[in-house]
DNA sequence: GCAACAAATGACACCTGGTGTCAATAGTGT
DNA sequence: ACACTATTGACACCAGGTGTCATTTGTTGC
């Protein structure tokens, strides 16, 4: 309520932010010109004008400069995957979900940043495991939730069930699918597109199967 | 034919294959007594009684170590999906695949190492994200594969379709969720089976979608 | 069996990512 | 203005890898 209050925000959080944003872009920069591997910490302290170890206090892994900035979060899937209604179908729900990021993605094929460094990403073989750790890291959160919800409907799952994280690692995997298609020179659909077909396409395979 | 012709397999080779050999051993054991990053080549290399060079020399990585002898080889899927009849739906024929490889896991638990190293694998987040890249490489192989297949047929797939690489990606997901699933302590049937129900699973759950 | 060649080894120096420590400095609340 | 705390650079150190070189040890032709 006090208006005074917002002043709270001084100056020493406001120049972190701003050194945060100056090194991810300065980072960001190299690794599009020389590529990730071939950067080193050394070089980004440099350009950006500190030390090897200050970089380290601001990022502490290397990845971290990359993979920290994503387009969408992780918290933010597995909230809005909880808010779906209770009754719907896992696949649609997951669907939904990634609807619901997928204008982030599409938002910056504008931008001359994100789309290259997604394809610094899945074109440097250790980022791209790091990437997918991540994201195996939110298919077991998925993969809880998807359990919460079964229980709370009354009818869990066992816990030998394979059924929530099968279900989780194949739409996932429908979204890394996605992604690289989106990021193919040919593909000109927007991501929202990409995922939906992707998911289409898993239903059609694997419908045949009892 | 001639018979003098096998030891052609000189001295060098043999005692390379057992230096081989005796270093996945020595590391394995030590991977599992005190987990693989507080495990050092420098432990490795002194366990066994060799320089740390010389262990480099072997294995180009540590996680050569832990990821060069897995239970079932790239090479081996890929050829598998190959010989498949080409009018096969690709789930099924993946599922195959799948069900082929399967007896290599489930021979091993009760081997003392190859199942207690899969729990280091997917216990050790490097190691699962190192892992999780190796998938991925062995899933654009298999794309490329169904998409060979729809070309022999005269029914390629358009370069922007995401068919070939999100159904790819389902069913590896799957195969990984299956293995989750399978090192579970409460599960108790076979990798197959465990196959069988994490793509039937997918199979179910994305059956309603159009 | 011996000389000539190639492979394997250990020792050493070096690069890169990452961490702990410490003294100096610069922002913050009173 | 003053005590308190966060931030910084400098430095030393660890672990994973790589390049190099001299030495040893199998291999091969004679």
Redesign the pocket.
């Known amino acids: 309520m006090m208006t005074g209050n917002e002043r709270?925000v001084?100056?020493?959080?406001r120049?972190?932010q701003a050194?945060t944003r100056e090194i991810t872009e300065t980072a960001n920069a190299l690794f599009i010109e020389r590529g990730y591997?071939s950067?080193?910490?050394?070089d980004i302290a440099e350009a950006v004008?500190?030390?090897?170890?200050?970089v380290?206090?601001?990022f502490?892994?290397?990845?971290d400069l990359v993979l920290g900035k994503l387009a969408f979060s992780g918290q933010e899937v597995v909230e809005q995957f909880r808010n779906r209604p209770a009754d719907e179908p896992v696949w649609e729900s997951l669907r939904e979900v990634f609807r619901l990021i997928a204008p982030a993605v599409d938002n910056l094929d504008k931008d001359a940043v994100a789309a290259p460094m997604q394809r610094v990403i899945f074109s440097t073989p250790s980022l791209l495991a790091a990437y997918l750790g991540m994201q195996q890291g939110l298919q077991d959160a998925i993969m809880n939730e998807i359990r919460d919800r079964a229980a709370r409907r009354g009818a869990p799952y066992p816990k030998s069930d394979p059924f929530p994280r099968a279900v989780a690692a194949a739409a996932f995997g429908c979204l890394v699918a996605a992604q690289q298609t989106w990021l193919e020179d040919e593909y000109d659909e927007t991501f929202a597109k990409a995922i939906d077909e992707a998911m289409d396409a898993v239903a059609a395979a694997s419908g045949r199967a009892g």
């Open positions: 709270k001084g100056l020493r959080e120049t972190r050194v591997e950067t080193t910490i050394d004008g500190m030390s090897r170890r200050s380290f206090r601001y502490s892994t290397k990845e």
